[in-house]
């Protein structure tokens, strides 16, 4: 099997170099003057870009630190998507030691994998297209996001989509006219057993981007025809050739720059960047806007003296305006994967040797059908788990299950390091898992795995600056569960997994639970509560939905970075459009949630600027 995708990754590597001088679509010098400068071509800015420039009168740069790489097929190969970790289209951030969980990563640090390419992370996740609970934008409102409820964000949900799986046909939650692709795929057997299992213990089988936000659910992800459909790829690549529209990749912008308008107050003019070691300014009529991201939003605005008042003169940046939210809230899903084991043969059932070979590749080639088309996440639930302590009004899920279609072969060396080298396992942990097959004398410790996921965390970190060069990574601390209330959800969302092995189709299958923690096992017997807390300080990842960095809010919440029209407070001309604005992550996958900041915030600027 690792010879066919090491061939795969080769053919995939190799093409694109010939090729991508014809594809490019940046341009090689900007203007000195645009109405519009947008800082980062990932999931909302895309958008941000594409709408705007529909006016063709509004002049709009789109700036983006990472390159093009519009023919690297990694990119397109759902199945394949981890490999881009830890490469060039990638900011490889790395978080600082957790002193509460994460003892199976190497020095308890964790790898926050950022797209660096045109579409941003788009290009690098696994295409889940989750947009959470209405409940979750109905609180954001309660918390001074005015005009941001649920029912004032669906349109903006709908205008994005196009809607291509025939099971949402009809659906008044779904758009079918936009230009993002969405499909529900059915690649392998385990999606039925999980829904169905989930079905069998009480829990409905929902469209988890409706009005329902309990039950389970097949995968909806942003792909099409069995390729990636990146927000480079719904929203750049279709309208490049608009003239108002200038797209310059390979510029890493490292300050905002600010003059003072007619009553004395901070206004952005313009933007300074960095482009193969030349520093240039470029200049905006209008405004600057942010969507550089959860870690590079906070990053730049602190880089421009906009933060918390100490913090920037102990790095010795000069102070425009003193906002403390700045680099605060952080916020993030946090997934404890467990494995999942049957007594029978099921791996013509998930990704396994048996369904990857070069008739998968010639079929996936043919018609994007087969386990390449798969963005290996294949169910989906919510879980409301915390019966006793609910919130009557915002009655959102506390618990999310990601079901992975794949077999783990704890014999396969490259297949180890891989995840050693993406994830940051350490030795100990995957020198315990090994042992682990060994007693059971297993050579595959699972048939496929579920992820249990923190959908509200308690604990929150922050964002700070290292040093005042740009190009110096932050410092990242996300204090993954501080709150000792984060565990217990956890471990009740363990449970609701005891409950699906007693399930008819998971009893059928002999599907247990696998587990390869002998430290814990000295904090309680095997299954044990306590033996679950354990687990989950110690083998919790992040789900890589980093946000609310640079959150909206309220006037009066001095924490509050941003109005509810996204402009940030203390200074004119500058506005925040992805997730760091958002102010409590939701329940489920952020990327839906940010094409929708960047649908509603290219509106708003529309309005505030009388654009027609």
């Given at each position: ?7 795969t990754?080769?053919?995939t ?7 991508t ?7 090689s ?7 519009f ?11 941000v870009?594409?709408r705007?420039?529909e ?23 759902p199945?394949l998507?981890?490999?881009l970790q ?8 790395v ?15 964790s ?6 390419v ?6 690098l996740n ?12 109905d ?5 001074g ?10 349109p903006?949900?709908?205008?994005s989509?196009h809607m291509?799986?025939p099971?949402?046909s009809?659906?008044?939650?779904h ?6 692709n969405?499909?529900i ?9 999980f829904?169905?299992?989930g ?22 992800s ?13 929203f750049?690549?279709p ?12 510029a ?13 107050k901070p206004?952005a003019?313009?933007?300074k960047?960095v ?22 939003t906070?990053h730049?605005l ?17 102070v ?5 939210g700045?680099g605060?809230n ?7 994967p467990?494995g ?5 043969d099921?791996s013509?059932e998930?990704?396994?040797s048996?369904?990857?070979?070069l ?6 080639l043919?018609d ?32 999310a ?7 783990f ?9 891989f ?10 942990t995957i ?23 923190l ?5 929150m970190?922050t ?7 740009y ?12 709150d ?10 363990i449970?609701v ?12 299958y ?7 923690s002998?430290k814990?096992?000295k ?23 980093h ?6 809010g ?5 924490m ?6 996204l ?13 760091s604005?958002?102010?409590a ?8 949630p940010?094409?929708m ?9 529309k ?6």
């Amino acid at each position: 099997m690792f010879r066919f995708i090491f061939v795969t990754l080769f053919i995939t590597w190799l093409v694109p170099h010939f090729l991508t001088w014809y594809w490019t679509i940046s341009i090689s010098e900007p203007l000195e003057e645009y109405d519009f400068i947008i800082v980062g071509a990932g999931t909302s800015g895309s958008v941000v870009a594409n709408r705007l420039t529909e006016i063709p009168n509004v002049k709009v740069l789109l700036l983006e630190a990472g390159g093009e790489h519009p023919l690297n097929f990694l990119k397109s190969i759902p199945m394949l998507s981890l490999a881009l970790q830890k490469s060039n289209m990638d900011w490889q951030y790395v978080t600082e030691p957790q002193k509460y969980s994460s003892g199976s990563l190497s020095e308890n640090r964790s790898l926050w994998p950022r797209g660096k390419v045109l579409g941003g992370t788009s290009v690098l996740n696994l295409m889940v297209y989750t947009r959470g609970s209405p409940h979750d934008y109905d609180s954001w409102v309660k918390l001074g996001a005015k005009d941001w409820d649920y029912k004032s964000v669906l349109p903006y949900f709908k205008k994005s989509e196009h809607m291509a799986s025939p099971d949402l046909s009809d659906s008044e939650y779904h758009g079918y006219d936009g230009p993002l692709n969405i499909d529900i795929r059915k690649d392998h057997g385990s999606q039925d057993l999980f829904v169905k299992a989930g079905e069998e213990i009480g829990y409905k089988i929902i469209d988890y981007n409706s009005n329902e936000d309990e039950g389970f659910a097949y995968v909806q992800s942003t792909t099409q025809n069995g390729k990636r459909h990146s927000a480079a790829d719904a929203f750049l690549y279709p309208v490049s050739s608009r003239q108002n529209l200038h797209i310059l990749a390979n510029a890493h912008v490292s300050q905002i720059l600010f003059d003072e308008d007619k009553n004395g107050k901070p206004r952005a003019t313009g933007v300074k960047y960095v482009r193969y070691g030349k520093e240039k300014i470029v200049k905006a009529k209008n405004e600057v806007i942010l969507s550089a991201g959860a870690v590079g939003t906070p990053h730049l605005l602190m880089l421009s003296g906009i933060g918390p008042k100490k913090h920037l003169e102990d790095n010795a940046v000069k102070v425009v305006a003193d906002l403390p939210g700045v680099g605060s809230n952080l916020q993030d899903h946090v997934m404890l994967p467990i494995g999942v084991k049957s007594d029978i043969d099921i791996s013509d059932e998930v990704i396994s040797s048996k369904t990857l070979s070069l008739s998968t590749l010639f079929s996936y080639l043919y018609d994007g059908s087969g386990s390449l088309g798969s963005c290996t996440a294949d169910g989906f639930a919510f879980l409301k788990t915390n019966k006793n302590f609910r919130d009557k009004k915002f009655d959102y899920p506390d618990i999310a299950f990601q079901m992975l279609s794949a077999q783990f072969d704890v014999g396969n060396k490259q297949l180890i390091d891989f995840h050693k080298h993406i994830l940051n396992i350490d030795n100990e942990t995957i020198n315990d898992i090994q042992e682990q097959a060994k007693k059971v004398k297993l050579d595959k410790l699972n048939d496929l795995s579920i992820l249990v996921i923190l959908s509200h965390p308690e604990s929150m970190g922050t964002i700070r600056l290292k040093s005042s060069n740009y190009s110096i990574h932050p410092v990242i601390d996300p204090n993954y569960l501080k709150d000792s209330k984060d565990v217990e959800t956890l471990v009740r969302g363990i449970k609701v997994l005891e409950k699906m092995e007693k399930s008819p189709t998971f009893l059928s299958y002999g599907m247990k639970m696998m587990f390869a923690s002998p430290k814990c096992e000295k904090s309680g017997p095997v299954r044990s509560e306590e033996f679950y807390r354990c687990v989950a300080r110690r083998n919790i990842l992040t789900v890589y939905h980093h946000c609310c960095t640079a959150k909206m809010g309220a006037r009066t919440d001095k924490m509050a970075v941003a109005d509810h029209r996204l402009r940030v407070y203390k200074v004119e001309g500058l506005r925040v459009a992805d997730a760091s604005v958002m102010p409590a992550v939701t329940s489920g996958n952020t990327q839906a949630p940010c094409y929708m900041i960047g649908e509603k915030a290219a509106d708003m600027i529309k309005e505030d600027w009388n654009l027609v």
